[in-house]
């Protein structure tokens, strides 16, 4: 009777892990050329100065539109454009496309060419060595000033081989663009790892600022993030604030930017623009 139910049970999950391959190979062929066929857009998530309360500029969002089975989330299709290496066109794209909309703020409002724009590029686009390269081509297509422009990478791509990974990081930073390390603490490189890899800014991850309010230890690890990445230099992004009473304590706390539901949700650009008003 076991027997029969471990194999019944074994058919059960191959088949369901064939379902799983399957959806990921469909989903596979409807990214190809959904940028092309206008399914793809970005949104942008505004950012803003904890001293001041002051709007500092935009994270980049990407947006997929399914023609059938309606919104997919990123972290779902980027993992899919990762693996299948389709990341390496949909990247340089993504790249180009924030530094125009980046432009169009500026040139319509005056006010704004202070702002950044914060684009997330994916581990792949950093390993495979020419990001530099590409972060440079979007800013001479678009004419978008270097400091304007960040770069935001997550820990897990710049963990490994920290050798190449400074060396890939010097180089992109020579464009004269800003480098995030996004989704900080997560990770297990932990704050040491700051003193080795070159970058100039850090995004506390929201698990920790969810929990600032409620447990101790959140807020102590919060604390010394902003501590350390301060006496390094390096600038202190919080993303996730949901509360108001989050707002308070970071920037009691010192940290320099943030981000969140309650201060703004991501909106198309043209909504941004009139955020700019
Ligand atoms: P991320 O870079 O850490 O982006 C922040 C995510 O948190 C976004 O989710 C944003 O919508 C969400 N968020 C912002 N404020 C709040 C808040 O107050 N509460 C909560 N619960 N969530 C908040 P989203 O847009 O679904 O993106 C998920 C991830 O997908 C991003 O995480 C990023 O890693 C990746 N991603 C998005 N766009 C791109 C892209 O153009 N290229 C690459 N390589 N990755 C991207
Ligand atoms: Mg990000
Ligand atoms: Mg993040
Ligand atoms: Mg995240």
């Known amino acids: 009777q076991a027997?029969?139910?471990?194999?019944?049970c074994h058919r059960f999950y191959s088949?369901?892990?064939?379902?799983?391959?399957?959806?990921?190979?469909h989903m596979e062929q409807d990214l190809r050329g959904a940028w092309e066929r206008g399914e793809l857009s970005l949104v942008y998530q505004p950012v803003f100065g904890l001293s001041d309360g002051k709007l500092a500029g935009a994270e980049a969002l990407l947006r997929w539109q399914h023609p059938e089975h309606g919104p997919i989330a990123p972290s779902v299709f980027?993992?899919?454009?990762?693996?299948?290496?389709?990341?390496?066109?949909?990247?340089?794209?993504?790249?180009?496309?924030?530094?125009?909309d980046a432009m169009r703020w500026s040139q319509e409002h005056p006010g704004a060419d202070g702002l950044f724009v914060s684009v997330n590029v994916s581990p792949r686009q950093l390993r495979n060595g020419d990001l530099s390269e590409q972060v440079a081509q979007a800013l001479a297509e678009t004419?978008?000033?270097?400091s304007r422009l960040h770069v935001e990478l997550t820990e897990t791509a710049v963990i490994g081989d920290e050798i190449r990974a400074s060396?890939?990081?010097?180089?992109l930073r020579s464009t004269g663009?800003?480098?995030?390390?996004?989704?900080?603490?997560?990770?297990?490189?932990?704050?040491?790892h700051l003193r080795r890899v070159p970058v100039d800014g850090v995004k506390i991850d929201r698990s920790f600022v969810a929990d600032v309010l409620r447990d101790p230890d959140d807020l102590a690890l919060t604390t010394a993030i902003i501590a350390m990445a301060h006496s390094l230099g390096i600038t202190?992004?919080?993303?996730?604030?949901?509360?108001?009473?989050?707002?308070?304590?970071?920037?009691?706390?010192?940290?320099?930017?943030?981000?969140?539901?309650?201060?703004?949700?991501?909106?198309?650009?043209?909504?941004?623009?009139?955020?700019?008003?």
Request: net charge negative; proline share 3%; hydrophobic share 40%.
């Open 167 to 171: 060396t890939l990081l010097g180089r």
């Open 78 to 100: 980027i993992d899919v454009a990762e693996q299948s290496g389709l990341i390496e066109t949909l990247g340089p794209a993504v790249l180009r496309a924030a530094c125009v």
């Open 177 to 192: 663009v800003k480098v995030w390390l996004d989704d900080f603490g997560t990770g297990f490189s932990g704050l040491s």
């Open 236 to 277: 202190v992004v919080a993303e996730g604030v949901e509360k108001e009473g989050q707002y308070d304590i970071l920037r009691e706390r010192g940290c320099d930017l943030a981000q969140g539901y309650w201060l703004g949700h991501p909106m198309t650009t043209q909504d941004f623009m009139r955020l700019l008003d």
């Open 3 to 8: 027997k029969v139910a471990g194999k019944n």
């Open 15 to 25: 088949r369901a892990m064939d379902q799983a391959v399957e959806r990921r190979v």
């Open 143 to 146: 004419g978008l000033d270097p």
